[in-house]
Every structure is written in structure tokens, then in C-alpha cells.
């Protein structure tokens, strides 16, 4: 069973960027895909990044193309994701989750393991 721990979330004002970061347990990290979702009050779970397992593809969100960035790191089992020029309607619990296999996409569906959550807050 796999493990996912998030970290970096936090305040910031609009325009600035953080990372968050990933921890994951288990000596297959490399064999399945990733993804970050988050969750605004209120609203439903939302497609953020998936990244394949070997790193090589990578998929985003309408809202967040161009200023987020998914990536990993398969000799630390850590996953990342860099947030830039962010904006107060990126406020939202942002959630770490295994793919059941290489590469998941953008469905919830195809995800099992899902870490506890990080708080990002976007000030204005």
C-alpha cells in the first residue's frame, strides 16, 4: 500500500509561485503515473497535472497550463509541482495521487492512492 505525503503548500500573494512536494513510500514509484487534483470549498474535485511514469508525459489542466509545471523524480520517489504567477482562485486543498498504472490522465478514476492534502492560499 502506498503512501503520499504532501508539503509546501502555504500563503502567498497573487503572482508569486511555491512548490509542493510529494513524498511517496514503495520501491515501484517509477511504474505508475502521478497526479495532482486540488479542491476548492464548495466545488468539486479538480484535474490539476499528471505526469507518466518514466517522466516523459505530462498533462495539465486548462486553468493551470502554462504557469504550473508537474515533475519528478523516480531515485527520490518525490513529486513535484511548481506553481507560478498564481492567482487567488488557485486557493484550494491541493492532494498527491497514484495512478493505478503508467499514467493516469486527468479522470479520478484512474487513481487510487490520494495523500492528505496541502493548503494553498492565494492572497490578492
Known amino acids: 500500500q502506498a503512501q503520499l505525503v504532501e508539503s509546501g503548500g502555504g500563503t502567498v500573494q497573487a503572482g508569486g509561485s511555491l512548490r509542493l512536494s510529494c513524498a511517496a513510500s514503495?520501491?515501484?514509484?517509477?511504474?505508475?503515473?502521478m497526479g495532482w487534483f486540488r479542491q476548492a470549498p464548495g466545488k468539486e474535485r479538480e484535474f490539476v497535472a499528471a505526469?507518466?511514469?518514466?517522466?516523459?508525459?505530462?498533462l495539465y489542466g486548462d486553468s493551470v497550463k502554462v504557469r504550473f509545471t508537474i515533475s519528478r523524480d523516480n531515485a527520490k520517489n518525490m513529486l513535484y509541482l511548481q506553481m507560478n504567477s498564481l492567482k487567488p482562485e488557485d486557493t484550494a486543498v491541493y492532494y498527491c495521487?497514484?495512478?493505478?498504472?503508467?499514467?493516469?490522465?486527468?479522470?479520478?478514476?484512474?487513481?487510487?492512492?490520494w495523500g492528505q492534502g496541502t493548503q494553498v492560499t492565494v492572497s490578492s
Open positions: 495521487t497514484r495512478a493505478t498504472t503508467l499514467y493516469g490522465g486527468s479522470s479520478t478514476e484512474r487513481y487510487t492512492y
Open positions: 514503495g520501491r515501484t514509484f517509477r511504474s505508475y503515473g
Open positions: 505526469i507518466s511514469g518514466s517522466g516523459g508525459t505530462t
